[in-house]
């Protein structure tokens, strides 16, 4: 079993609206990392988690919040968004955040602020 | 800090072979790899190669690196209609913490 699975696979909010982005993955994998991509460009890093605790946040706005709940879970919340910040937001996790560790990356959740 | 460039597009026949390039600046570059997305959907890992190789083969997909010129290659042989997608190349730095991507090489498959 190599999945990532994200939920929703899509979600529209309001500007003023708390939601969560849900990644789960049942592979032992000690890393996982939120990546945001906007139309037609490459995966940014946002955060990386390693053995639950948060290890790299790029500079990621605080109306984004992650959390990671257990070793198979990781969440994203979402609070007072702008519509800037519509975009696919991919989870991905690898056995530990070493070089020899490939990311596994789910489908994403496509997200439309309005 | 790191830097990762491709070609933006290839268009190439089904059948034949298509060839994705890829350079890179960090010379601290431990692993290096495929990944590919097609429309709406997240990112496939096709392959990656160890920085200590300069060959890969995978069925139909070969990697080569040329480590002097920080240069990888993706060649995909009897290139396929479901081979059209976006290919993203990346690299892990030696701190081993992050992927890199570079931007991304639009692949258009025609029959």
């Known amino acids: 079993d190599t999945e990532v699975t994200q939920t929703p696979k899509h979600l529209v909010m309001g500007m003023t609206n708390k939601k969560s982005l849900k990644c789960e993955q049942h592979?032992?994998?000690?890393?996982m990392y939120w990546y945001k991509q906007k139309a037609k460009k490459p995966p940014e890093l946002m955060f990386v988690?390693?053995?639950?605790?948060?290890?790299i946040n790029e500079s990621v706005p605080s109306r984004f919040s992650p959390e990671c709940p257990n070793s198979s879970l990781l969440n994203l919340h979402l609070h007072a968004l702008q519509p800037e910040d519509s975009a696919l937001y991919l989870c991905a996790s690898s056995q530990d955040q070493g070089g020899n560790t490939e990311a596994f990356f789910g489908q994403g959740t496509r997200l439309t602020v309005v | 800090g790191e830097d990762v460039e491709q070609s933006l597009f290839l268009s190439v026949r089904e059948g034949d072979s298509s060839v994705i390039n890829c350079t890179y600046t960090d010379s601290s570059s431990t692993y290096l790899y495929w990944y590919k997305q097609e429309p709406g959907a997240g990112l496939q890992l096709l392959t990656y190669i160890f920085s200590n190789m300069d060959m890969k083969q995978d069925q139909r997909l070969t990697v080569l690196l040329n480590k002097k010129d920080k240069h990888l290659s993706l060649r995909i042989a009897d290139t396929q209609t479901g081979d059209s997608a976006i290919y993203f190349c990346a690299e892990k730095g030696a701190a081993g913490n992050k992927l890199t991507f570079g931007g991304g090489t639009r692949v258009l498959v025609k029959p």
């Open positions: 988690y390693s053995y639950e605790k948060l290890s």
């Open positions: 592979m032992g994998h000690r890393a």
